[in-house]
């Protein structure tokens, strides 16, 4: 069993900054992929960004450059810088991952609440 825990939500203002982390436990051989989604209410849960083992790193249009996507591979961590937060990033984040156990298996984090307003 694997387990993801996130942590760094919370309220700020619009053009403030907060920082995502996620950590994998559990039965872990190798993270292939690991990525950040959110989803607001009403809304369709979104990739907001992924990082890959060779580091190769996506982005929703909507948050580049102003989000950087990272990993460590020997905590087994991801985290998410997030500057000039809009209120419009305002969500409940998730962590995912691509996991090699037992199997290859896809796992999700319990989510993080970001709030952007004044």
Known sequence: QVQLVESGGGLVQPGGSLRLSCAASGNIFVIYTMGWYRQAPGKQRELVASISRGRSINYVDSVKGRFTISRDDAKNT??????????????????????????LINYWGKGTLVTVSS
Do not use: H, I, K
């Open 78 to 103: 991801v985290n998410l810088q997030m500057n000039s937060l809009r209120p419009e990033d305002t969500a409940v984040y998730y962590c995912n991952a691509d996991v090699l156990s037992a199997g």
